[in-house]
């Protein structure tokens, strides 16, 4: 490859290791979805807004980048920023974590602009850190950036739904479990980080005691589940319930006065489980580098079981709200009616806030395929951008 014949792009086999690529072309890998395509222009003046932090030239995320420009030969100007844009074949993962943090696929999927096929492209298959394939080291690293971003985003929008619907009550918080959740999700974005810098996890971050603090609150918060579901059951098909009923519900088996804990714990719980998501990626990212070249389709067995079980559970989730929203709350004495409506209020929009669909970021293609663009300057420091519509 010389300056006289540039390349529009180069296609890196997902899985390098798996079979002989003898006789394979990039077009072919592109074709079975078993190859990753980088492609580049040079990075105009403005670029759209960045997402996270920079990394620096040294990370492991600018090295391979680095290494798959540097074949490019004449087709890359080493003296200014270049625009990268990452398409891969594992949108599936990501389809899978909407359910599982209880969002949308609204929004999701990007307006069509692929490679078209008179484009010159070149098959690398050059090998990256720790003997890993460049494919799936760069494959694992976008898959990480993109539950990220939208695990994330999806998080924020569904606690703003949920607390909109609080007013209603005063909400009585659980300090020690809310200072669990926090170091979890800190811990998770180090470790993302780290991930992206130097393709580990070094223990001082703390992830293990992070995701063992991670599975105690959402073992707790399912234990009330269990019992506000059980206690759903029990409710009359038809009529009304009594307040005082009402209220022992939400009370989960507690003190009666529990029941004003019942909009600050279903937030819990779904947080919760959104962290457990995003840990699973992350962990799940880190074991499958330990698996060499087949780390792509091991990271999605590794993540298919943990992510269908919580988006089960966000569904249980959203029946029990409706459930208990959809009998009337009913009251005996006067000075109990403006309670019981409080009740009534607080429960109806709670099922609206549980049940509404926040939007995705743009970072998948109609075939499923996801999309990570970034910007590389002339010393090595990424930027990766914030998703928009192609």
């Given at each position: 490859?010389?300056?006289?014949?540039?390349?529009?792009?180069?296609?890196?086999?997902?899985?390098?290791?798996?079979?002989?690529?003898?006789?394979?072309?990039?077009?072919?890998?592109?074709?079975?979805?078993?190859?990753?395509?980088?492609?580049?222009?040079?990075?105009?003046?403005?670029?759209?807004?960045?997402?996270?932090?920079?990394?620096?030239?040294?990370?492991?995320?600018?090295?391979?980048?680095?290494?798959?420009?540097?074949?490019?030969?004449?087709?890359?100007?080493?003296?200014?920023?270049?625009?990268?844009?990452?398409?891969?074949?594992?949108?599936?993962?990501?389809?899978?974590?909407?359910?599982?943090?209880?969002?949308?696929?609204?929004?999701?999927?990007?307006?069509?602009?692929?490679?078209?096929?008179?484009?010159?492209?070149?098959?690398?298959?050059g090998r990256a850190a720790a003997g890993v394939g460049l494919g799936p080291l760069m494959g694992l690293l976008?898959?990480?950036?993109?539950?990220?971003?939208?695990?994330?985003?999806?998080?924020?929008?569904?606690?703003?739904?949920?607390?909109?619907?609080?007013?209603?009550?005063?909400?009585?918080?659980?300090?020690?479990?809310?200072?669990?959740?926090?170091?979890?999700?800190?811990?998770?974005?180090?470790?993302?980080?780290?991930?992206?810098?130097?393709?580990?996890?070094?223990?001082?971050?703390?992830?293990?005691?992070?995701?063992?603090?991670?599975?105690?609150?959402?073992?707790?918060?399912?234990?009330?589940?269990?019992?506000?579901?059980?206690?759903?059951?029990?409710?009359?098909?038809?009529?009304?319930?009594?307040?005082?009923?009402?209220?022992?519900?939400?009370?989960?088996?507690?003190?009666?006065?529990?029941?004003?804990?019942?909009?600050?714990?279903?937030?819990?719980?779904?947080?919760?489980?959104?962290?457990?998501?995003?840990?699973?990626v992350i962990t799940g990212a880190e074991a499958a580098l330990e698996n060499g070249d087949h780390s792509l389709?091991?990271?999605?067995?590794?993540?298919?079981?943990?992510?269908?079980?919580?988006?089960?559970?966000?569904?249980?989730?959203?029946?029990?709200?409706?459930?208990?929203?959809?009998p009337p709350i009913t009251y005996t004495f006067p000075w109990e009616g403006s309670e019981a409506m409080a009740?009534?209020?607080?429960?109806?929009?709670?099922?609206?806030?549980?049940?509404?669909?926040?939007?995705?970021?743009?970072?998948?293609?109609?075939?499923?395929?996801?999309?990570?663009?970034?910007?590389?300057?002339?010393?090595?420091?990424?930027?990766?951008?914030?998703?928009?519509?192609?």
């Amino acid at each position: 490859m010389t300056d006289r014949e540039p390349i529009d792009g180069v296609v890196i086999p997902t899985e390098p290791g798996a079979r002989s690529l003898v006789g394979d072309d990039a077009w072919r890998l592109l074709f079975e979805d078993r190859g990753l395509l980088l492609t580049w222009t040079e990075a105009p003046h403005s670029t759209g807004d960045a997402w996270g932090t920079a990394l620096r030239g040294a990370s492991a995320l600018s090295q391979q980048l680095g290494a798959v420009l540097s074949q490019a030969g004449g087709a890359v100007d080493a003296s200014s920023s270049v625009l990268c844009r990452l398409e891969l074949p594992t949108g599936s993962t990501l389809r899978d974590l909407v359910p599982a943090v209880g969002g949308g696929f609204r929004g999701l999927v990007r307006d069509s602009r692929g490679i078209n096929g008179h484009a010159r492209l070149h098959l690398h298959t050059g090998r990256a850190a720790a003997g890993v394939g460049l494919g799936p080291l760069m494959g694992l690293l976008a898959v990480q950036v993109g539950t990220e971003m939208l695990a994330r985003h999806q998080q924020e929008q569904k606690l703003t739904y949920i607390a909109e619907s609080v007013a209603a009550l005063r909400q009585a918080r659980e300090d020690d479990m809310e200072a669990r959740l926090g170091s979890v999700e800190a811990a998770l974005g180090e470790a993302s980080a780290a991930m992206l810098d130097r393709v580990s996890i070094p223990s001082s971050i703390g992830l293990g005691a992070a995701r063992t603090n991670l599975r105690e609150v959402k073992g707790r918060t399912l234990i009330w589940l269990d019992k506000w579901e059980e206690a759903a059951r029990q409710l009359p098909a038809t009529g009304g319930v009594d307040a005082g009923r009402m209220q022992d519900v939400l009370a989960a088996g507690g003190p009666r006065e529990d029941h004003r804990r019942f909009p600050h714990r279903i937030a819990m719980l779904y947080r919760a489980l959104s962290l457990d998501s995003r840990a699973l990626v992350i962990t799940g990212a880190e074991a499958a580098l330990e698996n060499g070249d087949h780390s792509l389709p091991h990271l999605h067995e590794v993540l298919a079981r943990g992510l269908q079980e919580n988006a089960a559970i966000q569904d249980r989730l959203k029946k029990l709200v409706w459930d208990l929203a959809a009998p009337p709350i009913t009251y005996t004495f006067p000075w109990e009616g403006s309670e019981a409506m409080a009740l009534d209020r607080m429960l109806s929009s709670m099922a609206t806030g549980i049940s509404r669909l926040p939007d995705a970021p743009a970072l998948l293609t109609e075939r499923n395929r996801q999309v990570l663009e970034l910007v590389r300057r002339p010393d090595g420091e990424v930027r990766v951008l914030a998703p928009r519509a192609a």
